[in-house]
Every structure is written in structure tokens, then in C-alpha cells.
């Protein structure tokens, strides 16, 4: 029997479904600080046309311009510090397959080359019907660049969901097994294995909404929607989780 069973199950319980590794915590702090700014910089944009709105001068006219580009630019660093941070994010982990890793730094380096692209239609705005149309023009690219690396980063969490259920998949066998004969035992991993079918249910479902976060479409919808099951498919491991622990440590004892 696997003897560093609480151990190991203890830290993937703390660890599964959107806890970024630590080494990669500065660039989840970077976006974090950039979706700040942004909204920042969107507030001062409103006050300038409602400066406008009381006095049309050529100055408050120059401050719609520069603050709408400030929004804009703003914008654009929030899409690349979130897309720097889940390129580290898949990096780090081992448990991510290498070609889920490399699917998802190509991906990553395909948008940034685009927002590198939108920087330059930013910095070439000097009127505000120029601004106007920048802007518009990025309504339609910036989901474009964010659901490739979302549905990626989908698939992720999946591939490591699945192996977490298979580890204790394995040791609920490994348990009953060891625990035959107790009849209070075993009703105790019929819990368990309960628990993990209904796990294994949410995490497919996870996956096919991830599968749907493509353009046309609802992109950001349906990542929502595949964040939602694998959060169920976390309490239900976490149940199951809480019945292994008590067979094993009567076992044990």
C-alpha cells in the first residue's frame, strides 16, 4: 500500500484548478495590477468627456485623445501580463504535458505579435474619430487574442484534473483491497468511488465546454462555464478525499 497517501493527495487538494505555481506569482500580480489601471485610467477618460461636454476647448479635446489612448494601451497591457502569466503558469508545472506546454507558448507569442501590431494603430491616433475607430477595431481583436490561451489553459487544468483522479482512483483500489472484510470500510469507499464518478463527470464536462471556447462564438462564456465544473469537480475529490483519509488512517492504526 501506498503509505504517503495523505501526503500526497494533501497537497494536490491545496494545489488543483487555478492556483497558479508560486514562481509564477509576480506575473499573476502583474495583471492583477494592470486590470487596476485599467479601470483607472477608464475612469479618468469618462471625466474627460464629461470636461468636454462643459467646456469644448482644444485642450479638453487633446485630453479625450490622450486618455482614450491611455484606455486602450491599458488594455492592451492587461491581454499581455494575462497571457505572460498563463504561459509561466503552464511552464512551470510538470504535471502539464509538453505538448500542451508548447501549444500554449505558440499561442501566446501569436497574440503578442498582434498587440504589438494594435500598439502601433494606438500610437498612431491623433484625432478623436481616429480613436473611434482603433478602438473599435480592437473590440473585435481583443477577445481574438485571449481565447486560444484560454481554451489551452482549459485543456490544462483537465489533463491535470484526470491525473489527480486516477491517483486516487488508484489508492480507493488499493484501500478496498486491504479494508475487505470491514464492512463500515468499504461503505466508506463506496462514498469515495461515488464521489470520484460524479468528479470524473463534472471534469468531461469541463472539457467540452472548453472545446466550444472558439470564435464565432461565446468564448469567454463558455471558459467560465468549463471553470465552473472543474471548481464542482474539486469538491467532489475533496469528498472523496475525506473518505480515503478515514479508511486509511483506520487501516493504518
Same mark, same amino acid.
Given at each position: 500500500?501506498?503509505?504517503?497517501?495523505?501526503?500526497?493527495?494533501?497537497?494536490?487538494?491545496?494545489?488543483?484548478?487555478?492556483?497558479?505555481?508560486?514562481?509564477?506569482?509576480?506575473?499573476?500580480?502583474?495583471?492583477?495590477?494592470?486590470?487596476?489601471?485599467?479601470?483607472?485610467?477608464?475612469?479618468?477618460?469618462?471625466?474627460?468627456?464629461?470636461?468636454?461636454?462643459?467646456?469644448?476647448?482644444?485642450?479638453?479635446?487633446?485630453?479625450?485623445?490622450?486618455?482614450? &489612448?491611455?484606455?486602450?494601451?491599458?488594455?492592451?497591457?492587461?491581454?499581455?501580463?494575462?497571457?505572460?502569466?498563463?504561459?509561466?503558469?503552464?511552464?512551470?508545472?510538470?504535471?502539464?504535458?509538453?505538448?500542451?506546454?508548447?501549444?500554449?507558448?505558440?499561442?501566446?507569442?501569436?497574440?503578442?505579435?498582434?498587440?504589438?501590431?494594435?500598439?502601433?494603430?494606438?500610437?498612431?491616433?491623433?484625432?478623436?474619430?481616429?480613436?473611434?475607430?482603433?478602438?473599435?477595431?480592437?473590440?473585435?481583436?481583443?477577445?481574438?487574442?485571449?481565447?486560444?490561451?484560454?481554451?489551452?489553459?482549459?485543456?490544462?487544468?483537465?489533463?491535470?484534473?484526470?491525473? &489527480?483522479?486516477?491517483?486516487?482512483?488508484?489508492?480507493?483500489?488499493?484501500?478496498?483491497?486491504?479494508?475487505?472484510?470491514?464492512?463500515?470500510?468499504?461503505?466508506?469507499?463506496?462514498?469515495?468511488?461515488?464521489?470520484?464518478?460524479?468528479?470524473?463527470?463534472?471534469?468531461?464536462?469541463?472539457?467540452?465546454?472548453?472545446?466550444?471556447? &472558439?470564435?464565432?462564438?461565446?468564448?469567454?462564456?463558455?471558459?467560465?462555464?468549463?471553470?465552473?465544473?472543474?471548481?464542482?469537480?474539486?469538491?467532489?475529490?475533496?469528498?472523496?478525499?475525506?473518505?480515503?483519509?478515514?479508511?486509511?488512517?483506520?487501516?493504518?492504526?
Amino acid at each position: 500500500m501506498r503509505k504517503a497517501l495523505p501526503v500526497i493527495i494533501c497537497i494536490f487538494l491545496v494545489s488543483i484548478l487555478f492556483v497558479s505555481a508560486l514562481s509564477s506569482g509576480e506575473a499573476k500580480q502583474n495583471w492583477l495590477d494592470a486590470k487596476e489601471k485599467t479601470v483607472e485610467v477608464n475612469a479618468e477618460y469618462k471625466q474627460a468627456q464629461l470636461d468636454y461636454a462643459k467646456d469644448p476647448s482644444e485642450a479638453n479635446n487633446q485630453t479625450i485623445i490622450d486618455t482614450a &489612448k491611455a484606455v486602450m494601451n491599458s488594455a492592451l497591457d492587461e491581454a499581455e501580463a494575462w497571457l505572460t502569466w498563463k504561459n509561466l503558469e503552464a511552464k512551470e508545472n510538470d504535471d502539464v504535458p509538453s505538448d500542451l506546454k508548447e501549444n500554449i507558448e505558440s499561442d501566446v507569442n501569436s497574440n503578442l505579435d498582434k498587440i504589438a501590431e494594435l500598439r502601433k494603430d494606438v500610437d498612431g491616433v491623433n484625432t478623436r474619430g481616429e480613436a473611434g475607430i482603433v478602438f473599435l477595431k480592437m473590440l473585435g481583436k481583443y477577445i481574438e487574442l485571449l481565447t486560444d490561451v484560454a481554451r489551452d489553459t482549459g485543456y490544462m487544468w483537465v489533463h491535470i484534473a484526470n491525473d &489527480k483522479a486516477d491517483l486516487i482512483e488508484d489508492y480507493e483500489s488499493d484501500l478496498r483491497e486491504a479494508a475487505s472484510g470491514n464492512d463500515d470500510l468499504i461503505a466508506k469507499l463506496d462514498i469515495a468511488k461515488a464521489e470520484l464518478q460524479t468528479a470524473r463527470s463534472k471534469i468531461n464536462m469541463a472539457e467540452k465546454a472548453y472545446d466550444n471556447v &472558439k470564435l464565432p462564438g461565446t468564448p469567454f462564456i463558455k471558459f467560465a462555464e468549463g471553470n465552473g465544473y472543474l471548481n464542482q469537480a474539486r469538491t467532489n475529490l475533496i469528498n472523496s478525499y475525506i473518505q480515503i483519509d478515514y479508511v486509511y488512517n483506520s487501516i493504518t492504526r
